[in-house]
């Protein structure tokens, strides 16, 4: 009896010294932060819940913040979670201009800093992870002269602080230029959207048509939040026609009105891959792992030539929406049809 005691004993003090060193392992992995702009949209959601997976499934812990597309709020943020022992910072700024100070406050702390997604401008960010977006206003640009080779177009850009809404509107600009030149394309009115906001998308939808009795073919939306607001624009205004809109996004109330023939197509991109990839290389980076093979070109953001990685986009449709968002798990169908 007495040996069976002392046999169990041993066995408990085991169990504790196994429990004792996963518990070390667990709090040992590095602290990865991840800033977001906002969580207004499906897409950031999912980012969010993609990247955190990723980096608890490889050991470490994500220090989450999302600013409400506040940059003074961004700014306070950052300087909280550089307090908060993170390794790297994954960072998608609300204003591109304005984040090159939250990278010098994250490198006086010896914090590298991911740009994702949105570029952050004049300051030596170390890395840049994004979309295409010069295919994406291919993408955009190549369907709509597809389908309407000839006629007025009018084009809703994003906020001028995302250098993607730049690259996208030089894309739009130099697939449309040969159409211009010849007269078969006029652009009849073109505005950009600060912050992407639906309501001023749909203001200045209504402004045009409260300005001029041109009847529109194409609203080349470069969102699907944009699209949503000419929707709206074209509704208020009255007009009944045929009008193609382009977006950006995948979201799910831009799949539903392609479905709806409300919008005429979207571009994808496949987020969750932006995200795997993002923890992938911010965790090896925390752990002082070379990480040059992630990147195979760079981009100038103002100051400096920034080492970036560009995914590609998926132009989409109702011919190819559930092979496409449906089949990658950014909706579900019963989310589509209902």
Do not use: W
Request: hydrophobic share 45%; with cysteine; charged share 20%.
């Amino acid at each position: 009896m007495k040996i069976i005691t002392h046999f169990g004993y041993a066995i408990f003090i085991l169990i504790l010294i196994s429990l004792s060193v996963i518990s070390c392992k667990e709090k040992s992995g590095p602290k990865i932060g991840f800033m977001l702009p906002h969580m207004t949209i499906n897409r950031y959601v999912i980012e969010k819940a993609a990247f955190t997976a990723k980096i608890q499934e490889l050991g470490g812990e994500v220090i989450f913040m999302s600013a409400d597309n506040d940059e003074e709020k961004q700014n306070q943020q950052v300087n909280d979670i550089l307090d908060q022992g993170i390794k790297v910072l994954v960072l998608d700024p609300v204003n591109r201009f304005s984040a090159a100070s939250m990278v010098r406050a994250a490198h006086n702390k010896g914090i590298p800093v991911i740009s994702y997604d949105r570029l952050v401008a004049n300051c030596d960010v170390d890395n840049f992870l994004t979309f295409d977006a010069t295919a994406v206003g291919t993408q955009m640009t190549n369907y709509a002269l597809a389908k309407k080779p000839e006629g007025n177009y009018i084009i809703l850009g994003g906020d001028k602080s995302d250098m993607n809404a730049i690259l996208i509107d030089a894309a739009i600009e130099k697939t449309l230029s040969p159409s211009i030149k010849s007269g078969k394309i006029k652009v009849v009115y073109k505005s950009f959207i600060e912050k992407y906001s639906e309501d001023d998308a749909t203001h200045e939808i209504v402004r045009f048509f409260n300005l001029t009795s041109e009847k529109p073919d194409v609203i080349l939306a470069s969102s699907d939040v944009l699209a949503k607001g000419a929707i709206n624009g074209i509704k208020k205004a009255g007009f009944v026609g045929d009008i193609l809109i382009t977006g950006q996004g995948g979201e799910l109330f831009a799949c539903r009105n392609i479905l709806n023939n409300q919008q005429s197509m979207t571009v994808y991109k496949p987020i969750k891959k932006l995200a795997n990839l993002a923890a992938e290389i911010s965790f090896d980076l925390a752990k002082n792992v070379n990480i040059d093979k992630y990147f195979k070109t760079t981009i100038f953001n103002g100051h400096s030539d920034i080492p970036c990685t560009l995914l590609e986009v998926i132009s989409i449709n109702a011919a190819n929406i559930r092979s496409t968002v449906v089949a990658d798990g950014l909706i579900t169908e019963s989310e589509l049809i209902n």
